[in-house]
C-alpha cells in the first residue's frame, strides 16, 4: 500500500469518541476542566461503588453500564458545576437500578451509597429520579413557566440532560430499539441550555446529534431491547436470590388462582 493510500485511509478514520467512557480518561477530564486532585479521589471512590453496583448490567443498545456513568459525569463536568453534581451523574439512580448483595436492607443500602456519595449528591439524585419519572410533566412546566427550578433542581437537570446525551453517544441510542430512542429529548436537551446558557454543553450535544445522523447504518444492527438488562439474561445464570423470587411469585399466582 502507498503512502497516499494509507493517508487516505487514516483521513477516513471515524473521529474519538467525544466522551470518556473509561474512568481512567475521565480523571484526566475532569482535571481538565479544573476538578482537583481531592475531587478526583472522591469520583474514584464513586466508580469504584458503581463498579459494584453497575458492573454487571448493559444499556439497551450493550454498551456498558459503568461506561454510561462515566461518560454522563463527563458531560456533566462540561458546564463546571460542584463535585457533588459530577457525583451524582457518576453513580445515578443507585437505590433504584443497582445491584446490591443479597438480602441488604433499604436502610443498609442507603447507608453504603451515601458514605460514598454524601448527603449532597444523594439529594441532587433524589430529584433525578422525579424527573427521570415523569419528565414530560416536568419540561411542559418548565415551558409554560409553572415551574421554577431551584439551583438544586438545574443541577439534576444538567445530569439528566447529559445522560440523554450520552445515550446518543457514538450513535449509541440507533444500537437499541427504535422505540427507546426518543426524538423529543432533543429538543428538551437544546431547551435547556439556551435556557440557563449552557454554552458548551450545547456545542457538545450539537456534535454529538451529527455524528448520530450520519450512522442511519447502525439502526440495522438495533436490538430488540428497550432498557437496560444483565449479564445474567445472556449467560441464563441467574443468582439464588432470583430464583427464589421468580419461585415465590409463581407460588403466589398459584394461591390466587
Known amino acids: 500500500m ?19 467512557q473509561t474512568n481512567i480518561q475521565f480523571y484526566a477530564w475532569a482535571h481538565s476542566f479544573g476538578y482537583s486532585t481531592e475531587d478526583i479521589r472522591y469520583f474514584s471512590d464513586i466508580y469504584r461503588l458503581s463498579q459494584e453496583l453497575f458492573g454487571s448490567q448493559f444499556r439497551a443498545s450493550g454498551k456498558p453500564f459503568t461506561s454510561h456513568l462515566i461518560g ?5 463536568c462540561v458546564e463546571r458545576p460542584p463535585a457533588y453534581v459530577v457525583g451524582a451523574a457518576l453513580c445515578h439512580l443507585p437505590l433504584k437500578n443497582g445491584e446490591f448483595s443479597p438480602f441488604n436492607s433499604s436502610r443498609a443500602k442507603l447507608r453504603l451509597v451515601d458514605s ?61 430499539a427504535p422505540e427507546r430512542y426518543e426524538t ?36 440495522d444492527m438495533a436490538s430488540n431491547r428497550t432498557s437496560a438488562y444483565t449479564i445474567n ?5 441467574y443468582p439464588i436470590r432470583t430464583r427464589i423470587r421468580w419461585k415465590l411469585n409463581k407460588l403466589l399466582k398459584l394461591r390466587n388462582h
Open 2 to 20: 502507498d503512502k497516499a493510500t494509507k493517508s487516505a485511509n487514516r483521513k477516513s478514520l471515524p473521529t474519538p469518541s467525544f466522551l470518556p
Open 72 to 76: 454522563t459525569a463527563s458531560a456533566t
Open 116 to 176: 460514598v456519595l454524601g448527603k449532597e449528591a444523594m439529594e441532587v439524585d433524589q430529584v433525578y429520579e422525579e424527573i427521570q419519572r415523569s419528565r414530560k410533566l416536568h419540561f411542559d412546566s418548565l415551558e409554560s413557566g409553572n415551574w421554577q427550578p431551584t439551583l438544586k433542581e438545574q443541577y439534576a437537570l444538567l445530569i439528566w440532560a447529559a445522560n440523554e446525551v450520552d445515550d446518543e453517544l457514538d450513535a449509541g441510542s440507533l444500537f437499541a
Open 184 to 219: 423529543q429529548s432533543r429538543r428538551w436537551v437544546t431547551e435547556l441550555t439556551r435556557r440557563y446558557d449552557w454554552a458548551e454543553f450545547e456545542s457538545l450535544a450539537q456534535d454529538v446529534y451529527h455524528v448520530s445522523e450520519a450512522r442511519h447504518w447502525a439502526s
Open 233 to 237: 439474561s445472556l449467560t441464563g445464570r
